[in-house]
């Protein structure tokens, strides 16, 4: 099976709004800090960093990655751009969150069911998401994004796992999921 990872990356200088709007100190070194972990935890697979500044550009390619550069005005519009582009040459992609406090162990995510996300530590967003590529799948990051996308895997029929415990359910978007 040909499977891709996706890793969208905000412009660290602006990334993580939550968090500098409530004076948090270095959060775009916090912001490069996350992405690498997690990016390193992906290392040995086919990984594209989605993002539209060349800092995050140049970043990713230091760290052997693919980049996807987009213009699209927001996340889903960018992962769909993407996910759209790629149906010939994968079978599968798995989206994950730049932001995770504990990513270890990414690489080795295979979902059993046709559809996989991880929730937040919430239990509303969507910190991964694992699906087959040319099914016409519909991105809804952001607020409710876990109900959304497991309604997009019901609308499609397909079957879909969610995993609300573990180590990739925390995300650092508010002071208190600082590590």
């Not at 497991?150 to 796992?161: D, F, I, K, N, V």
Request: proline share 4%; with cysteine; aromatic share 8%.
């Amino acid at each position: 099976m040909r499977h891709c990872f996706a890793v969208p990356i905000k412009d660290f200088a602006v990334a993580k709004s939550r968090l500098r709007s409530a004076n948090v100190t270095e959060v775009s070194a916090l912001a490069r800090t996350l992405a690498t972990r997690v990016i390193h935890e992906l290392e040995g697979h086919e990984v594209t960093v989605l993002c539209e500044s060349d800092e995050v550009s140049d970043f990713a390619l230091s760290l052997g990655c693919a980049v996807a550069f987009s213009t699209a005005p927001g996340l889903n519009e960018s992962v769909q751009g993407f996910y759209d582009s790629i149906s010939t040459m994968y079978d599968r992609i798995t989206i994950v969150h730049a932001d995770l406090a504990t990513p270890e162990g990414l690489g080795h995510y295979r979902p059993k069911a046709e559809v996989g996300i991880v929730t937040d530590q919430r239990g509303l967003g969507t910190n991964l998401l694992s699906v087959p590529t040319g099914m016409g799948f519909h991105f809804q990051f952001g607020d409710e994004s876990l109900r959304l996308h497991q309604y997009e895997a019901t609308r499609l029929g397909l079957s879909c796992e969610v995993l609300a415990e573990g180590p990739w359910i925390h995300d650092v978007d508010l002071p208190e999921d600082l590590p």
